[in-house]
T-cell receptor
Framework: AQSVTQPDIHITVSEGASLELRCNYS??????LFWYVQSPGQGLQLLLKYFSGDTLVQGIKGFEAEFKRSQSSFNLRKPSVHWSDAAEYFCAVGDDDKIIFGKGTRLHILP | GAGVSQSPSNKVTEKGKDVELRCDPISGHTALYWYRQSLGQGLEFLIY????????KSGLPSDRFSAERTGGSVSTLTIQRTQQEDSAVYLC?????????????FGPGTRLTVT
C-alpha cells in the first residue's frame, strides 16, 4: 500500500527564516504528490502538486517543493516565512482514485 | 461560487447513539470523498463516490460506518452505535472528476464528540 511519512510532528521557525518540511513517500510508479495546508479554523487548501515534468514545483503563498525520486522525497520549502504561515501541513500521495495523507507537520512561528 | 458545505459543524452524542453527517459538494462535481481526522493521525480516507459507480468503501473502519450519495449530489455519512474512538473531525471533499489528477476541495468539517 502507498504511504506518506512526515517525520516532524512539530517545527518551530522564526518569522523571516527559511522553512523546509520533510515528506517521504512509498509508491511503486511515478507518484502524484501534493502538499495541503490547514490553517486554524480553515479548511484544507491545496498548496501545490506534482504529476510529472519539472521536479521543482511552485505553489501558492510563495511555497515550492522538489520531487527527488532517488530519495523518495517531496520536501516543501519557503525562503522566508510569515506569521500567517502558522498552520498544519500535510503531504499526500495519489493512490488509484484516492489520496493518502501523511499525519501532518504543525508549523509554529516565533515573532 | 459556493464551496463544499457540511452540517452540522459540531455534534455531541452519547455513546451508543447513531449519528448522520451531511455533505453538500460543489455543484457539478462528480466525485465525493469522506475523510476522518483524529488528533495526531492526519487524514484517514473513509469512502469515495464517483458518479453512478459503486463506491470505494475500502477505508471504512467497521460495519458501523456507512455512507450514501443521493442523486449524485448530497452525501450522508452514518455512524451507528457510536463509540468514543469515533470522536474526530469528519471532512468531506469533492472534485470535478475522480482520481488524484483533479483537485479536491474540502469542506470545513464536522467535529464529532462521543461522550
Amino acid at each position: 500500500a502507498q504511504s506518506v511519512t512526515q517525520p516532524d510532528i512539530h517545527i518551530t521557525v522564526s518569522e523571516g527564516a527559511s522553512l523546509e518540511l520533510r515528506c517521504n513517500y512509498s509508491y511503486g510508479a511515478t507518484p502524484y504528490l501534493f502538499w495541503y495546508v490547514q490553517s486554524p479554523g480553515q479548511g484544507l487548501q491545496l498548496l501545490l502538486k506534482y504529476f510529472s515534468g519539472d521536479t521543482l514545483v511552485q505553489g501558492i503563498k510563495g511555497f515550492e517543493a522538489e520531487f527527488k525520486r532517488s530519495q523518495s522525497s517531496f520536501n516543501l520549502r519557503k525562503p522566508s516565512v510569515h506569521w500567517s504561515d502558522a498552520a498544519e501541513y500535510f503531504c499526500a500521495v495519489g493512490d488509484d482514485d484516492k489520496i493518502i495523507f501523511g499525519k501532518g507537520t504543525r508549523l509554529h512561528i516565533l515573532p | 461560487g459556493a464551496g463544499v458545505s457540511q452540517s452540522p459543524s459540531n455534534k455531541v452524542t452519547e455513546k451508543g447513539k447513531d449519528v448522520e453527517l451531511r455533505c453538500d459538494p460543489i455543484s457539478g462535481h462528480t466525485a465525493l470523498y469522506w475523510y476522518r481526522q483524529s488528533l495526531g493521525q492526519g487524514l484517514e480516507f473513509l469512502i469515495y463516490f464517483q458518479g453512478n459507480s459503486a463506491p470505494d468503501k475500502s477505508g471504512l473502519p467497521s460495519d458501523r460506518f456507512s455512507a450514501e450519495r443521493t442523486g449524485g449530489s448530497v452525501s450522508t455519512l452514518t455512524i451507528q452505535r457510536t463509540q468514543q474512538e469515533d470522536s474526530a473531525v469528519y471532512l468531506c471533499a469533492s472534485s470535478s472528476f475522480g482520481g488524484p489528477f483533479y483537485e479536491q476541495y474540502f469542506g470545513p468539517g464536522t467535529r464529532l464528540t462521543v461522550t
